[in-house]
C-alpha cells in the first residue's frame, strides 16, 4: 500500500531554455514538501543541452 504524506511530485523546466528559441526542454522531476514549502520551488540545475547551470522552476 502506498504512503500517504506531504510529498508531491513537481516537475522542473528551465527558465534560460525557454526564452533562447534553442529546440528541445529541459526538465526534472523532484520531490517537495507541500507543508513546508507551499510556493514554487527555483534551484540551480544542469542543462544538458545549453551545456551550462542554469535556473530551474516548478511548473506544476
Known amino acids: 500500500m502506498a504512503k500517504k ?3 508531491v511530485q513537481v516537475i522542473m523546466e528551465c527558465t534560460e531554455h525557454k526564452n533562447s528559441g ?3 526542454t529541459s526538465r526534472y522531476i523532484t520531490t517537495k514538501n507541500k507543508k513546508n514549502t507551499s510556493e514554487r ?3 540551480k540545475k544542469f ?3 545549453m551545456k ?3 535556473v530551474h ?3 506544476k
Open 5 to 7: 504524506g506531504n510529498r
Open 41 to 43: 520551488l527555483e534551484l
Open 57 to 59: 522552476k516548478e511548473i
Open 52 to 54: 551550462k547551470m542554469t
Open 47 to 49: 542543462n544538458a543541452i
Open 22 to 24: 534553442l529546440p528541445g
